[in-house]
């Protein structure tokens, strides 16, 4: 949390812990002191995770659903095998105690340029949290352009909240979502399911639904994907207010410039 100095650190109970794909967890906690907790999907708070005789672990986590009335926030996580914090995490039970604070960063619904036509949002892995919470948010309080959700996951077995954007999907006629994977089975491919980075399998879907400057972007995930997605979009014509960003890891790498060119090629001109 380099953003923080000294933060002002509040007690939470988990409410919620649960697997909702491989390796991917749900988890909400419930503010435990007196004071508000009213976060949006977008929004980023630390969470921190006390340990009996060790350093605390401390990490920053987006908000992918918050309720305010009842003080509770929801973030979708990766439990990184090797990592520190997130294999402890994924074994905490409902009760169990964390800490928290913040927010910093912006609700997505506040950065979606008010003049954009559609609206895409663009996740790897665990991104997907903050723009299914975007969707529904948005949806409920009457957004009427088109939204359009797309993830880059590894496999089936990393799907999450599938069945839930199609129930979502099935009252808005607004949304759409797809998964696109880079490790497909037989029964994906027949299904023609899409295949491939998102590098390689959005472009034509974005070209296909009109102008590429008249969208916003919500690109949220691996900074490899966010970073090259930005520049291509900067470098194909569309105005940086169109393009909004949040990057959970790979914070330093950089696209190359044939990298930028070859995305921005295929995107085509705004
Ligand atoms: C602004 C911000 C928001 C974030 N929001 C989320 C979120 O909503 N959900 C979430 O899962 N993570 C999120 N992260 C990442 C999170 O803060 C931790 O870095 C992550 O949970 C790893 O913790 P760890 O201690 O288990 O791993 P560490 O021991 O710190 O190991 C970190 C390594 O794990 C890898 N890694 C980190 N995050 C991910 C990930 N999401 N998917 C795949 N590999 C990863 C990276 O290669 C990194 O080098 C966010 C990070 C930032 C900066």
Sequence with gaps: MAHIENPDWRPARIVENRCVARGTYWITLEAADEKPAAYQPGHVLGLRLNR?????????????????????????????????????????????????????????????DKKAKRIFGIATGTGLGPLYGYALQALAAGETRPVTLYTGMRARADLCFDA???????????????FTLTKPDAAWRAAKGLTGRVDDALPPLLKKAGRLGEAHYHLVGNGAMVRLWRAALKAAGVPEKRVSVETFFNHRVEPTPSQIRSLAAKLGSS
């Excluded at 199609?166 to 759409?176: C, G, I, Q, T």
Aim: charged share 25%; no cysteine.
């Design 164 to 178: 839930e954007l199609k129930a979502l999907a099935a009252k808005h006629s607004n949304l759409s979502h797809a």
């Design 52 to 112: 009996d005789g060790a350093e605390p672990l401390r990490h920053a986590y987006t908000v992918s659903w918050g309720e305010p009335a009842k003080r509770r926030f929801s973030h979708l996580y990766r439990v990184i095998l090797d990592g520190r914090m997130t294999p402890l995490m994924g074994e905490l039970e409902p009760g169990a105690a964390m800490d928290f604070h913040g927010p910093v960063h912006t609700p997505i619904v506040d950065e979606v």
